[in-house]
C-alpha cells in the first residue's frame, strides 16, 4: 500500500506541468459553463483551503528564490476567484441558491443579518484594498527599483569573491543567476500587485450585481416579495463576497509578508520570537507598565494584570536563559584554557619543523606587498600559479604548490629561491620600479641603479616608473619587479626540475596514464622496470631539459627496451631517440635547420675509447689538458658564432659522456645524437670541436 501510494505521488509531481496546464484551462472553462452547488462548494473549499497553504509557506519561507513561483500564482488564483465569483453569480441569479459553502458564511459569519455582513465585507475589501495591497505593491516597486540599482555591485562583488579563489565558477554561475531572479520577482510582484487591487474592485462590483439583479429577476419576474427576495440575496452576495474575498485577503497578507521579509535569513515564527521576545529587560518594563496601568481606577484590571503576569514570567525565564548562556560560555573558554595548558604540558610535535617545501620563495619585508592578494597589492601569487601550470603544459612535471613566505633576515628588497630547503637562487628587485635590458648590449641611457638580471645574468638597470615612455621609445626590455621574481623562478625550476621529481609525483604521473592507457602501464611497472627505474629515467630527460610530457611514448618505449635492458641511462637513450622531435623542437631555426657544433672524429674516437661506467653514469677519463682544451674551443666557437641556438651534435655513443664533460661549464648548451635529429631537419656547422694533440 505505501508503494502504491508513493508511486501515485511520484507520478503526480512528474507530470505537474500537464495538471498545472489542465488546471487553468479548467478555471477559463468555470466562467462559461455552469457548474452544480456541490462542485461549487468543492472548489470553494479548495479555494481556502490554498490561501491557507499559500499564507502559511510565507511564514516558513527564509529566501524570497524559495517561492519565486508567488507572482505566477498570484495571478492564477486571483483567476480562479473571479472564475468562482461568475459560477456562483449564476447560480444565485438563475436558482436563488449558491451552494451550503455560501449559505453558511452569510448565516453564520453574518450572523443572518445582510447589514452586518455588508459592513464586514466593506472593511475586508478596504483593509484588502487599500492598507495591504497598496503597502505590498509599495515593498515591491522600491525593491525592484533597488534591487536593479544594486545588482552591478552584487555582480563585482561575486566577481571579486571569484577572482579570490574563495568561490568556484559553478557557485559565481548559481549566485549571478540568484541576483537575476531576484530582480525579476521584485519586477514580478509589482505588477502582480494590481491583480488584487483588480480582484478587490471586481468583488464590490460582482457583490452588487448580485444584490441588484437577484432582486430585480426574482421580485419583477418571478413575483417574489420585494422584503423576502431583499432578505434572501443579501445573505447570499454577502455570503458570496465574504466566501471569496476572505482567502483574497490571506493571499494578499502572504504577499505582503514575502516582499517585506527579503532580508531574512530565518522563517517569521523564529524571527518574531528571536527579535520580539528576546530582551528580558524590555519584558520586565512592559509588564510593570500594565500593572500600573491595572491599578489605574476605571480601567479593566483583570486583563492588565493577566498580560503584566505573562510578560514578567517571559521576563523572568529569558533572564535565567541569560545567565544559562553567559554560564554555558565561562565553561567553554574555561575549557579551552585547560586543553591549552594540557598542550603546552605534551610533548610538542616537531614533525612541522623537519618538513621540507619542495620549492619556496622567502621574501624581504619591502617585497610583502607584492604577494598581497588584497586590493592594490601585487600578483605575485598568481604569477607563480602561472609557472606551475607552464611547466606542467611544456615540461610535462607536477610542480607542487610554491610557498612564499617573509624572511626578516634578507635585505628589504632581496628574495632568494629554495628547493628542498637549499637556496638555489638569490636575486634583489626595487619595489615600484622597472628594470631594464637593452637588447643591442649597448650601454643604457637612461639614469638608474646598475643591477644584474638574475635568470639569465644580462647587464640591466633599475629605473624608477617616470621613465617607461622613455625606455619604450628606445626599445629597451622593461620588466617589473614581479616578472623579474617569476621569470628567475621558472629557469630555476627547469634547471633543477629532475630534482623535484620523486617517487610520488612519479606515481601521480602514472596513474593519470592508467586511467585512459592502463594496457602499457600493466606491462611495464611492475614486471619489467620498478617506479624508482621509471624515476631515473624521466629525471635523466629532465636533467637536460627534455620535456616528458609525451608519457605515452616514454612508457611504450620503455616498455620495449625493458625486456633486455636494466640500465636506465641506456634506456634513457633509446627513449631519446623516440621523441627527437620533441627534443630538437626548441633549437629548429625558421628556416628548418639546426646551427650545430661537431666533433672531430678522432676526437670522437678518443673520448670513446676512454668511456669509463661509474653509478653515476658514463664519464670519459680523459687527461685534464685535454678537457681544458675541448672547453676553451667550444668557448671561442660560441664566441665567434652568430647562432642563435646551436648545438652540439655527437654520435650516439658518447652523447651521454661528452654531455657530463661539459655541463659544469655550459649547462644551458644541449648535446644531441646524430639518431635523435628527424631527417626532414638540415644542418649548418658553425664549427668543430678538435685538440691539436688527439
Known amino acids: ?107 453564520f459569519v453574518a450572523a443572518d443579518n445582510y447589514v452586518v455582513g455588508a459592513v464586514i465585507f466593506i472593511i475586508i475589501v478596504v483593509v484588502q484594498f487599500i492598507v495591504i495591497t497598496n503597502g505590498a505593491g509599495r515593498v515591491s516597486e522600491v525593491a525592484a527599483r533597488f534591487t536593479l540599482d544594486a545588482m552591478p555591485g552584487k555582480q563585482m562583488s561575486v566577481d571579486a569573491d571569484l577572482n579570490a579563489g574563495t568561490i568556484n565558477d559553478e557557485e559565481a554561475r548559481i549566485r549571478r543567476q540568484n541576483l537575476q531572479l531576484e530582480a525579476d520577482f521584485y519586477g514580478a510582484m509589482d505588477g502582480a500587485s494590481k491583480f488584487v487591487k483588480g480582484d478587490a474592485i471586481a468583488g464590490i462590483v460582482i457583490v452588487i450585481i448580485n444584490f441588484i439583479g437577484g432582486i430585480a429577476i426574482f421580485a419583477w419576474q418571478k413575483g417574489v416579495p420585494v422584503i423576502d427576495a431583499v432578505q434572501q440575496f443579501g445573505i447570499l452576495t454577502i455570503g458570496d463576497g465574504l466566501v471569496s474575498q476572505i482567502p483574497a485577503l490571506l493571499i494578499s497578507t502572504a504577499s505582503g509578508i514575502l516582499v517585506t521579509r527579503s532580508a531574512s535569513t530565518n522563517n517569521f515564527g523564529n524571527e518574531l520570537a528571536s527579535q520580539l521576545f528576546s530582551t528580558p529587560k524590555v519584558m520586565g518594563i512592559t509588564s510593570a507598565v500594565l500593572f500600573i496601568l491595572g491599578i489605574v481606577p476605571g480601567l479593566p484590571a483583570i486583563p492588565f494584570f493577566i498580560l503584566s503576569g505573562l510578560c514578567g514570567l517571559l521576563a523572568y525565564f529569558l533572564t535565567e536563559e541569560s ?99 637549499n637556496e638555489i637562487g638569490r636575486g634583489e628587485v626595487l619595489y615600484n620600479h622597472l628594470l631594464i635590458m637593452n637588447p643591442g648590449n649597448s650601454e643604457i641611457e637612461i639614469e638608474g641603479k646598475p643591477a644584474i638580471e638574475p635568470a639569465f645574468g644580462l647587464p640591466a638597470v633599475w629605473i624608477d616608473k617616470k621613465f617607461k615612455d622613455k625606455a619604450e621609445m628606445l626599445e629597451y626590455t622593461i620588466v617589473d619587479p614581479t616578472t623579474v621574481i617569476v621569470t628567475h623562478l621558472s629557469e630555476i625550476i627547469k634547471s633543477n626540475s629532475y630534482e623535484l621529481l620523486g617517487r610520488q609525483e612519479v606515481k601521480k604521473l602514472i596513474d593519470m596514464m592508467k586511467e585512459s592507457y592502463s594496457a602499457v602501464v600493466e606491462e611495464l611497472i611492475p614486471d619489467l622496470l620498478s617506479l624508482g627505474d621509471v624515476q631515473k629515467v624521466l629525471q635523466n630527460l629532465l636533467k637536460e631539459r627534455v620535456p616528458i610530457k609525451d608519457m605515452l611514448t616514454i612508457l611504450e618505449t620503455l616498455a620495449d627496451y625493458g625486456k633486455s635492458i636494466k640500465d636506465t641511462e641506456m634506456l634513457t637513450e633509446y627513449v631519446r631517440n623516440r621523441i627527437g622531435r620533441t627534443i630538437v623542437a626548441d633549437y629548429i631555426l625558421k628556416e628548418n635547420r639546426l646551427d650545430i657544433i661537431t666533433i672531430h672524429p678522432n676526437l670522437e674516437q678518443y673520448i670513446h675509447e676512454n668511456i669509463q661506467k661509474s653509478f653515476q653514469g658514463s664519464f670519459p677519463a680523459i687527461e685534464p689538458s685535454v678537457t681544458t682544451k675541448i672547453l676553451e674551443k667550444i668557448d671561442a666557437i660560441l664566441q665567434t658564432s652568430q647562432a642563435s641556438k646551436p648545438i652540439i651534435l655527437t654520435s650516439p655513443r658518447i652523447r651521454v659522456a661528452f654531455k657530463r664533460l661539459i655541463e659544469m661549464t655550459f649547462p644551458q648548451l644541449a648535446v644531441l645524437s646524430l639518431n635523435e635529429i628527424p631527417n626532414s631537419i638540415e644542418f649548418e656547422g658553425v664549427g668543430m670541436v678538435s685538440v691539436n694533440d688527439n
Open 1 to 107: 500500500m505505501s508503494e502504491r501510494r508513493t508511486g501515485l505521488i511520484g507520478g503526480l509531481t512528474r507530470n505537474m506541468d500537464s495538471l498545472a496546464a489542465v488546471g487553468v484551462i479548467a478555471i477559463v472553462a468555470m466562467i462559461i459553463l455552469p457548474i452544480s452547488p456541490g462542485f461549487l462548494d468543492l472548489f470553494l473549499t479548495f479555494n481556502i483551503t490554498l490561501a491557507i497553504i499559500i499564507i502559511l509557506l510565507t511564514m516558513f519561507t527564509t529566501d524570497i528564490l524559495e517561492f519565486s513561483v508567488f507572482p505566477t500564482l498570484l495571478l492564477v488564483t486571483t483567476l480562479f476567484r473571479i472564475a468562482l465569483n461568475v459560477s456562483s453569480t449564476r447560480l444565485i441569479l438563475t436558482q436563488g441558491k449558491a451552494g451550503e459553502v455560501i449559505s453558511a458564511f452569510g448565516s
Open 323 to 421: 545567565k544559562q548562556k553567559e554560564a554555558n560560555e565561562k565553561r567553554k573558554e574555561k575549557s579551552k584554557a585547560d586543553k591549552a595548558a594540557l598542550m603546552e604540558k605534551e610533548p610538542e610535535d616537531m614533525g612541522r619543523y623537519i618538513h621540507i617545501e619542495p620549492v619556496e620563495i622567502e621574501i624581504g619585508y619591502g617585497l610583502i606587498s607584492l604577494a598581497e592578494s588584497n586590493e592594490g597589492g601585487g600578483d605575485l601569487l598568481g604569477r607563480v600559479t602561472a609557472v606551475r601550470k607552464q611547466n606542467a603544459s611544456e615540461m610535462g612535471l607536477l610542480i607542487p604548490p610554491i610557498r612564499i613566505r617573509d624572511n626578516l633576515q634578507l635585505k628589504a628588497d632581496e628574495y632568494i629561491i629554495k628547493i628542498r630547503g
